[in-house]
């Protein structure tokens, strides 16, 4: 039998309980046990972002996370993100702007925005065009060549 | 017609972003049926073997798995462009690709623990993964499926002429020629393959939910490959994690799926992992290309004269095909009096090529540029001057016979020379360790379809419900390209009415009449002529009565707001009172039209000499470099970029294009290459096969040219591909240019500058 773990959690703001086996990656659970599709299996193994949810509001891939420790922790999923029937102002900002095409790095793209814009909120911070695209350096897209998605998140801090 | 646009030319955010945006589309890879099993397949461990036995004993016995097939197992016909392709392989395998068995079962886990039960004996042999070494006289033959027309492993040969060779060699004051290297790339949608498979054994239907870009095409190969009929398979297209041309093509994993759905009786699904995706989706062709060029004194071009080498790897697709375009741009961009073009898809032992973005011309382009600006130099003339002296121009017909009603090409290069700066930069020097450059590159694409299959058209249904709501079912296909968006805005456009009451229905065979595919560029210029033919229709129905509601005339009415407006008195009426009158009185009717559209293009000849395409777009690029010559490190600063897009629908969605196109570009020439040796593929991951990121981009300045295509809709030309193909010859110019060095070959990685750039000191 596997080792398994029962772990508590809030996910998108509800507190769950589950037993799941030690070694089961966040991801996997997410997509297969808690069946939110939104995080993207794009590569995993970190190198492309798609996966991406927020654990106490910091992004991490969660196809490199071990499900178990999220015990404790509050998760947010893409799906968390328009919980209220509207886009968050990053979601809008990705549409409104252009930076989505075929869509498949949007849900990671977005959570690493929303984590990005939040910190530089927090320090009173308006980045610069460099520094956006230091932030964005760890999500792959192919399609729109990143410029679009670029100037959507300047446009959330022109605000 | 069109005199004040409403919608077309105003940026719109795609109609589908905010799906996209949530996280609530449904890729292939989120889709679970009931009872849906999980499918994995077992591929060659060598390049080149026999295959003694297989023992699927272990793996049958595995708890959770359903089925286990190998090639004995299944009865069906060969896949591929030149049906050389077993879907599942018996007695040997060719290329590390090979599939020898597939499993299905309850969980990924056990499908994949039970593929490692799976015992394979082989008989390890050399192969061939050098298509020279293929040419040769002595080479054994590589793919027995084929019945070789010339050479026993040249798997698609091209020849092409026009204009007296020889006299415009004579003609010619400067000869410039040069072997040009290009790599294997490949296309890193980020949504990788993926596909179930639900086989009705009640009524022998299968349903595929496919990743698909052009799914009749791809209805008809998986019947012939499963021998069904065709009309008992429904595609159902889920939301497609990119394209890029890679879903061109069916592969084996797609029948296998349904094979093993077939033979279970369950749903069947097969995702690729990444690595997998590396190493069994497509790449572009790399490419030998020897060219020969030729100018006059004062800088005419005069002829070329072209041999290609493709690396066709183990078995035949589509891609084998790329040289119907690049032919056209070696023929015909720039005007040239005389061509000659010979190609060769070669089979070796190495992974097979598919096509991809651009197809082929990216490699043309590259080839023909570098040697426009070796010419030049030859010459003594100025780079932007040579290209100036020999663009196409309106009205001209090439050679090969394509007549370019439109072309914005003199209009695109001056554009570029003017907007980048080239006049004041040209002259400055860099001194130091940092040295810029400035590159040219053109372009010539298909942007009105291409003529290639029996027909190149699009079906559409345009419906109106009671409540003045439009739904559009088009035979086209949205990919992430934006195309769903710009049929919205055309059919609001026409008709008057808001984008929120339009529905776009474009996923399934069953329903959605027929289209070519995703290909060629041709979707806003097809789907949209389709579209404006099937709203025509449409409004054949609803104006007669709304002119009769307002005691007017037909030709008298104002289609917008949501009414119907008599020009003549003002008065109006809402469009979908105007549709519940002519469906709730009789003679009762419904607002339903259709229409299919084929374009006025022409089939080439067996000599390849024909007018191929609706309409033609141009562009031209250029691009500024920084190189760090301690390092070798090419850093692109700025891309402008004109084009000839006849003229802008969506302005949001073309430069969303233009930019996604150009870093794709920039990938190709600096940074991209899957690297193989002895037929295996070292770098199936993106940490070493190096994409560009968003720390990488260069600013990029786009300068749309509205040359007003008569052909296209309110006169616009394909966009899709052209933004790629200029790209890595510019770059590649642009270093040359910094450094004094010549590039012969795509991807100029730090050490191969450095290497040319320590050779000229």
């Known amino acids: 039998m596997p080792n398994l773990h029962t772990i508590t959690f809030t996910l998108n703001g509800r507190k769950l309980q589950k037993t799941i086996p030690a070694s089961t990656m966040l991801l996997n659970f997410i997509r297969d046990e808690l069946n939110l599709k939104g995080a993207k299996p794009g590569c995993e193994e970190g190198e492309c972002g798609a996966c991406t949810v927020l654990i106490d509001g910091e992004p991490v891939n969660s196809c490199l996370y071990l499900a178990v420790n999220i015990d404790g922790k509050e998760v947010t999923t893409i799906e968390g993100l328009s919980l209220t029937g509207d886009l968050d102002p990053v979601q809008n900002a990705l549409v409104q702007h252009g930076g989505i095409q075929c869509g498949f790095c949007t849900p990671g793209m977005v959570m690493t925005i929303k984590a990005f814009h939040t910190e530089c909120r927090s320090q009173n911070l308006i980045p610069g065009r460099e520094q956006i695209k230091k932030a964005l350096e760890g999500n792959l897209c192919r399609c729109t060549g990143y410029t679009k998605i670029v100037e959507a998140v300047e446009a959330l801090f022109e605000r | ?761």
């Open chain 2, 1 to 761: 017609m069109h005199d004040i646009l409403q919608i077309i030319g105003r940026p719109t955010p795609k109609i589908d972003g905010k799906i996209r945006a949530s996280g609530k589309a449904v890729y292939g890879h989120d889709i679970v049926l009931p009872n849906m099993l999980y499918g994995a397949i077992l591929r060659a461990k060598y390049p080149v073997a026999d295959i003694i036995s297989i023992d699927i004993t272990k793996a049958l016995a595995l708890p959770g798995v359903i089925s286990v097939i190998t090639a004995g197992d299944v009865d069906v016909h060969n896949i591929s462009y030149k049906r050389d392709h077993p879907i599942l392989k018996k007695g040997e395998v060719n290329c590390i690709r090979d599939e020898i068995a597939a499993v299905a079962a309850v969980s990924k886990e056990t499908a994949r623990k039970a593929l490692n039960l799976i015992k394979v004996e082989y008989r390890v042999k050399s192969g061939i993964f050098d298509p020279l070494e293929a040419l040769k006289v002595d080479a054994p033959q590589i793919n027995k499926f084929f019945k070789g027309e010339t050479n026993k492993n040249i798997a698609h040969a091209f020849h092409y002429e026009h204009g007296n060779l020889q006299e415009w060699k004579d003609k010619s004051f400067c000869i410039v020629s040069r072997r040009y290297n290009l790599p294997r790339v490949t296309h890193c949608c980020l949504g990788t393959c993926a596909i179930t498979a639900d086989y009705s054994t009640l009524d022998k239907r299968l349903t595929l939910y496919s990743v698909t870009q052009v799914p009749f095409l791809y209805q008809r190969d998986i019947a012939h490959a499963l021998k069904m009929e065709p009309s008992d398979i429904r595609i159902i297209q889920p939301v497609i994690g990119g394209g890029f041309g890679s879903k061109l093509d069916m592969y084996p994993y797609e029948p296998i799926c349904a094979l093993l759905s077939m033979k279970t009786g369950q749903p069947v699904q097969i995702v690729f992992d990444r690595e997998e995706e590396f190493l069994a989706s497509p790449t572009r062709q790399t490419m030998v290309i020897d060219l020969s060029t030729g100018a006059d004194k004062t800088g005419r071009f005069t002829f070329r004269e072209v041999q290609i080498i493709k690396d066709n790897g183990a078995y035949t697709s589509w891609g084998a095909t790329t040289p119907f375009v690049m032919m056209q741009t070696f023929s015909s961009l720039y005007q040239i009096p005389a061509c000659l073009f010979d190609s060769y898809a070669v089979y070796t032992n190495n992974v097979y090529a598919g096509s991809f973005r651009g197809y082929g011309n990216p490699q043309a382009t590259f080839a023909l540029e570098r040697n426009i600006d070796l010419m030049a130099q030859e010459l003594g003339m100025d780079r932007a001057e040579i290209r100036l002296l020999n663009a196409n121009f309106p009205g001209e017909t090439t050679g090969q016979g394509l007549t370019y009603h439109t072309c914005g090409h003199k209009q695109a290069l001056e554009t570029v020379i003017e907007k980048s700066g080239y006049i004041q930069k040209k002259s400055v020097k860099s001194p130091g360790r940092y040295k810029r450059g400035i590159g040219f590159g053109s372009m010539l694409h298909v942007g009105g379809g291409a003529k290639i299959y029996r027909s190149d058209g699009c079906g559409t249904t345009v419906k109106f419900d009671a409540y003045g709501y439009l739904t559009i079912i088009t035979g086209s296909t949205e990919i992430g390209q934006g195309s769903e968006t710009v049929l919205a805005m055309i059919a609001a456009e026409e008709l008057g009415i808001p984008l929120d009451k339009i529905k776009v229905i474009n996923t399934d065979t069953d329903v959605k009449p027929w289209d070519v595919g995703v290909h060629a560029s041709r979707t806003s210029f097809v789907a949209g002529n389709s579209l404006l033919g099937a709203v025509a229709q449409l409004k054949k129905k609803i104006s007669p009565k709304a002119a009769q509601m307002l005691k007017t005339v037909e030709s008298g009415l104002d289609y917008r707001s949501g009414l119907i407006t008599a020009r003549q008195t003002g008065a109006s009426i809402k469009i979908d009172k105007v549709i519940r009158e002519i469906h709730f009185n009789a003679p009762n009717e419904l607002c339903v039209a259709n229409y299919y559209y084929e374009p006025g293009s022409q089939f080439q000849d067996k000599n390849y000499m024909g007018n191929v395409s609706g309409a033609y777009a141009f562009a031209a690029q250029a691009v500024e470099v920084e190189v760090d010559t301690y390092t070798g490190n090419v850093k692109v600063l700025d891309v402008y970029v004109a084009q000839d897009v006849g003229k802008v629908l969506n302005p949001l969605g073309l430069s969303g294009q233009i930019e996604g196109g150009v870093v794709m570009g920039m990938g190709y020439a600096l940074t991209e290459e899957l690297l193989m040796e002895e037929g295996r593929i070292l770098n199936p991951n993106f940490h070493n096969y190096k994409l560009p990121t968003a720390g990488d981009i260069p600013n990029i300045h786009f300068f749309p040219i509205e040359t007003q295509d008569s052909a296209g809709p309110y006169g616009a030309k394909g966009v899709g591909e052209a933004p790629l193909i200029p790209t890595p010859a510019a770059i590649a110019n642009a270093v040359a240019n910094a450094l004094g060095v010549e590039i012969d070959s795509l991807p100029m990685t730090p050490e191969k500058v450095l290497k040319a750039w320590k050779k000229t000191i």
